[in-house]
């Protein structure tokens, strides 16, 4: 595990986004954790959220030239990480994202930032049931545009419907990489290195007993 993700464990559970306890799924399982980045709600917490963003579209070796965030979630996302960019490295990469609803008036148009050309990453904060991704993937397409890949905060490493996971699948539709700043595992891997400060060995054993059951 690297160190950006260590500290972004640490600051997901400071900021109350990474919680633990007993949590009903929309899939209706219930989960001993639950990760909510809609709780990343203050600018001083969404600017540190675009520098591990950033850091992680640095670590991938994904090079964009456009990020697109799918609203409503995705537009703060690329926002914030597209500044964080070019703080890390001086790049400066463009970014989009869509309306929920055409505008009919002005410029018109469901789009709001730079035109969407070339390779384009898709940013969101996890992937479920790929729902979003797809409608993504089609606006980039109807743009003659290439999806490069998505970066999503975690990816629980969770089997979906069909016993693979929501991001295998994505990414064997796709042909595109799917890349998470956190998974399941630096979690779990966390819990361990940290068991005694956080009173961990029951929380990694739920957990460990949640994997066992849906894990990829």
Same mark, same amino acid.
């Not at 545009?145 to 969770?158: K, M, N, S, W, Y």
């Given at each position: 595990?690297?160190?950006?993700?260590?500290? @972004?464990?640490?600051?997901? #559970?400071?900021?109350?986004?990474?919680?633990?306890?007993?949590?009903?799924?929309?899939?209706?399982?219930?989960? /001993?954790?639950? @990760?909510?980045?809609? #709780?990343?709600?203050?600018?001083? &917490?969404?600017?540190?959220?675009?520098?591990?963003?950033?850091?992680?579209?640095?670590?991938?070796?994904?090079?964009?030239?456009?990020?697109?965030?799918?609203?409503?979630?995705?537009? /703060? #996302?690329?926002?914030?990480?597209?500044?964080?960019?070019?703080?890390?490295?001086?790049?400066?990469? /463009?970014?989009?994202?869509?309306?929920?609803?055409?505008?009919?008036?002005?410029?018109?148009?469901?789009?709001?930032?730079?035109?969407?050309?070339?390779?384009?990453?898709?940013?969101?904060?996890?992937?479920?049931?790929?729902?979003?991704?797809?409608?993504?993937?089609?606006?980039?397409?109807?743009?003659?545009?290439? /999806? %490069?890949?998505?970066?999503?905060?975690?990816?629980?490493?969770?089997?979906?419907?069909?016993?693979?996971? %929501?991001?295998?699948?994505?990414?064997?539709?796709?042909?595109?990489?799917?890349?998470?700043?956190?998974?399941?595992?630096?979690?779990?891997?966390?819990?361990?290195?940290?068991?005694?400060?956080?009173?961990?060995?029951? #929380?990694?054993?739920?957990?460990?007993?949640? &994997?066992?059951?849906?894990?990829?």
């Amino acid at each position: 595990m690297l160190d950006y993700q260590k500290d @972004f464990i640490s600051y997901a #559970l400071e900021c109350g986004v990474l919680k633990f306890g007993e949590f009903q799924l929309k899939s209706g399982r219930t989960s /001993p954790y639950f @990760f909510n980045t809609g #709780l990343f709600n203050t600018g001083a &917490q969404l600017g540190k959220l675009g520098q591990f963003y950033a850091q992680a579209l640095i670590q991938s070796g994904i090079k964009p030239d456009i990020l697109y965030g799918p609203a409503y979630k995705g537009i /703060p #996302l690329v926002s914030a990480t597209s500044i964080a960019y070019a703080q890390l490295t001086g790049g400066d990469i /463009p970014f989009a994202f869509n309306r929920k609803e055409a505008k009919d008036h002005g410029e018109g148009g469901s789009l709001v930032g730079a035109p969407l050309q070339g390779k384009v990453l898709i940013l969101d904060d996890v992937i479920t049931a790929g729902t979003s991704v797809r409608e993504s993937v089609d606006i980039i397409k109807n743009a003659h545009a290439t /999806p %490069a890949g998505v970066l999503i905060a975690l990816d629980r490493q969770e089997k979906g419907q069909n016993d693979v996971s %929501a991001i295998s699948e994505v990414e064997d539709r796709f042909a595109m990489p799917v890349v998470a700043i956190i998974t399941l595992a630096n979690i779990i891997e966390y819990l361990t290195a940290n068991a005694e400060a956080l009173n961990a060995p029951l #929380l990694l054993d739920a957990i460990k007993d949640y &994997q066992r059951l849906y894990g990829v």
